[in-house]
Structure formats: C-alpha cells, structure tokens
C-alpha cells in the first residue's frame, strides 16, 4: 500500500534549507501569491534591468537564488551536489530564451554539448533538456508544421536544426545521458514532433534517450502518443516522453479564437487532469516500450503514478519512470519521493541574470494564477517554521 500522507512530510522535504532560506521562501511565495505585486514586482524588475540600474544582486540573493541553480554550469554544482544528498537529480536548463539568429543556435548546442559532457561523469546529473526553438527560428517550425514549401535557404536553415538536433541526440547516447526536448505552441509542435520521431527512430533501439514532450492540456495528445507507439513498436525503437500539463494555454485559446479554430486545448481543469492521468495510465501500461518522465506537481497525479507502479508490479528504481519538478518549488514532492526510493529530479534553470528574468517572471506569474499551487507551498513552509519553533 501506498503512503497517502506521505507529501505532508515536512521534515524531509525541506531538510535541506536553513532557517534563513525556509523564511525567504516563505516571503516570495507570500509575494507571488499577491496578483498587484507579482504585475508591480514584474514592471519595476523590467524597468529596472533595461535601465541598468545596479539590481542584479538584489534579484540574485531572493528570487534567481530560490528559482535557480547559478549564472553557469561550474555556479551549479554546489546546489547539484547538495541535492544529490537526499537522492534527487539534476537537470541542468539554460533558461535563455527568444533567440533568433544562427550564431545564437550555434551556441545553444554548444552548451548543451557543453552540459552532456559536464553529465558525463557526474552520477547526479543522467538527463539533459532543451527547447526546440533553442536551435531554430520559430517561424521555420511554423512553416514546415503548416505544410508550407520552404525555400532553398530554408531547406539549408531547416537542415541546420536538423544536425543540432542529432549532434545533441549522438553525444547523449554515447554519454549515457538522457535528453528532454521540450514542447512549445501548437502552431509550431507537428515540426517539432516529427523530428524528435527521426531522432528517437535512430537512437532509441534498445534504451531509452531520446524524450518527447505531451502537454497534457491539449486534447489530442494521448491520440498522438499512441500512434506513435503503434509505430515504435513496428520500426523497433522505444518512445522516450516526458508529460506535463502545459505552458500556453492563454496564448493557444487567443489565437484559435482569433483564427476562427478549434482551440486545442481541453475544456476546463477537470479535462486536463483526465487527460494527463489518462496519458499517464496508457504509458506505465506499456512501459515496455514507453519510457517516461512524470513532470508534474499535481500531488494527486504523483500519487496515481504510485498506485500505477505498485498494481504492474514496476520497481520504484526503474530508470523507465522518473518524476520531476522544478527547483525551488513543490519540494514536499520531490524530497518525499526520493526518500521514499523513487527516481526524482529536479529542473534547475540557469543562466546570466538578465537573461533568465523572463524565465523568473513566468514562474512567478504561473504560481499567482494557480492559487492552490501557491497557498499549498504557504502552509507547508508555515508547517515547518511551526514544527522548528517546537
């Protein structure tokens, strides 16, 4: 039987912070879960860096230090190491976004390769990730997912994209390393998806290192995910997914109203949360083939996943599941897991300051949205500052 209280934990799940870190934790989620001051923080934060005012320091010692791991990979270490103490993983996410230009993909893959090798001989660190758009122009996504004809300078572009994809994809299945590929807007995903198909055809046989992302909040995704499976399972490679509930839904809702489409994105919160466990079912269903990564700070789903692996039998150390959640946040999860012997780790964003603010301020955005999210850090943080004071 499963331990049903076993996210009420406290002791373990925030062993690992002082008193001083419990109550800077406990003030930003205070600040995040206050909408004005999350839009006001946001705005002067904004104005703030662009004026380059001397901030950094301040944002570096409160919000980037509670949400990240450090500027660059060697800055990371300690908080790898420390997490590693209590059996939880990292996963090292250089958290830069909105490039455009191929000097800036070009470097892109050469800090993952960077990171794949940084992995390679630290016990503490088996996954990698990266954003498709990390590595190529949004708009080429765009338009190979459209259908549209591309020219023969963006046959060349797209071919590009194509060769970092497999110069990541090679180096990790040779390092023993597994690779997260994350999901972005619909309107871009079909590209996306049809490339990680090619990249897991070719380095999948056998073990599981390359991963697909589902968004669970769409729809059509475990439609997907089984066609998928249905053709792994011809052509012989395993299916590497990582699931998760999804990032644009604002965004996706607008522009199919916009477009006059239907809007791929399930109904209301019920229907996600089907989908999702109902994803997650079809997957430990079938973890011969399927490999997964459980990205997800939904207790209920984390809890379904143990009921899951417990009725077919699936070891808690089987490297075929893991369960994830991002730094900083949901600790009452990821620490109680751990202890309780499953495969944990954690998404650790990392970068130069400025660069990671939009990171920062979607984080801190999500969270003022999902109230529960919020109020359920709150009291366990209040919970722990109780049971110190005793």
Known sequence: MINRSLFENTATAFALKSDSELERAYFLFKMISSQPLVRIGTAATNFALKAKLPVEGLIRSTVFDHFCGGVNEEDCLSVIDKLYTKRVSSVLDYSVEGKEVEEEFDSALEKILKIIKFCDDREAMPIVVFKPTGFGRFLLYQKKTEGQELTSSESEEWNRIVERFDAVCKLAKE???????????????????????????????????????????????????????????????????????????????????????????CENKKETDDTFN???????????????????????????????????????????????????????????????????????????????????IRRAEENTSVAGQTNRELTLLKTERKRRKL
């Not at 599981?208 to 011809?234: P, S």
């Open 175 to 265: 390092k023993d390393v597994e690779v997260l590929i994350d999901a972005e807007e619909s309107w871009m995903q079909d590209a996306a998806d049809d490339l990680v198909e090619d990249m897991m055809r070719k380095y999948n046989k056998g073990k599981t290192t390359v991963y697909n992302t589902l968004q669970c909040y769409r729809w059509d995704r475990l439609d997907y995910l089984k066609a998928l499976h249905e053709r792994g399972k011809k052509d012989g490679f395993n299916v590497g997914m990582k699931i998760v509930r999804g990032a644009y839904m604002e965004k996706e809702r607008k522009r199919a109203e916009d477009k006059g489409y239907r809007s791929p994105i």
């Open 278 to 360: 109902n994803t997650l079912s079809y997957i430990l269903e079938n973890l011969n083939d399927i490999s997964v990564f459980i990205g997800t700070h939904n207790e209920a789903s984390c809890y379904l996943a143990m009921e899951l692996m417990e009725r077919y039998n699936i070891s808690k150390e089987d490297n075929n599941v893991w369960f994830g959640q991002l730094y900083g946040m949901s600790d009452h999860i990821s620490y109680n897991l751990a202890a309780d012997g499953y495969n944990v780790a954690k998404y650790i964003p990392f970068g130069p300051v400025k660069d990671v603010m939009p990171y920062l």
